[in-house]
């Protein structure tokens, strides 16, 4: 449906985005825990591997989040603020065994400005394509983390950390339980 890069982006987005969790608490709490969520994540580029990129990445959550659930026109406006920021200037490149792709800004720039306008750019695919629905919150009523459905008939309701399997048992002992 998206292009490899933009389904790549859109996944690992939702991943940082859900590594500030209610439940769970702060996932990326040090230096080290960003490093494997990059490594984890296949991002290339300048990596500074210190505390002010870690605190960039994690002020950058909440503008990437404020994007899930929102409607087309709010959506632009978060987008085009994004690639304004970061100085957007899209180029094809091909690298470490992943066909041509879109990188819109300089190696060099810091991380979370990468991150930002990677994920702008995967924005403008979506927005182009009319798919923001697919850009959603888990229907866990106990859980606020958010996911990207792929699925070709639009069908993923959970999030990755289990609450799909946690709401399948649920309803197997609801039924069991009626049975008696």
């Keep these: 449906m998206f292009a490899h890069d933009t389904e790549a982006t859109l996944t690992s987005t939702a991943a940082l985005i859900n590594t500030d969790s209610a439940d769970d608490g702060e996932l990326l709490p040090d230096v080290a825990a960003l490093d ?3 490594g ?5 580029g300048v990596l500074r591997h210190n505390r002010e990129e870690l ?5 950058l959550r909440p503008r990437l989040r404020a994007v899930w659930g929102t409607d ?12 304004r920021e970061g100085r957007a200037l899209p180029q094809l490149v091909r690298h470490d065994g992943w066909d041509y792709h879109l990188h819109a800004t300089d ?9 930002m306008v990677e994920f702008a750019m995967a924005m ?6 009319g798919e923001l629905d697919r850009l959603r919150v888990c229907a866990a009523e ?3 983390d958010v996911l990207v459905d792929l699925s070709k008939n639009r069908s993923r309701r959970f999030c990755e950390s289990g609450c799909g ?6 309803a197997y002992r609801a039924r069991k339980a009626s049975e008696r």
């Design 124 to 129: 403008v695919d979506v927005i182009r394509l």
């Design 40 to 44: 984890r994540n296949r991002y290339t």
């Design 55 to 59: 605190e960039a990445v994690r002020a």
């Design 107 to 115: 190696a060099a720039e810091p991380f979370a400005v990468r991150l």
């Design 165 to 170: 399997n946690r709401q399948n048992v649920a």
């Design 72 to 83: 087309e026109d709010t959506a632009v406006e978060l987008v085009n603020a994004m690639l």
């Design 142 to 144: 106990d859980c606020a």
């Design 36 to 38: 494997a969520w990059i």
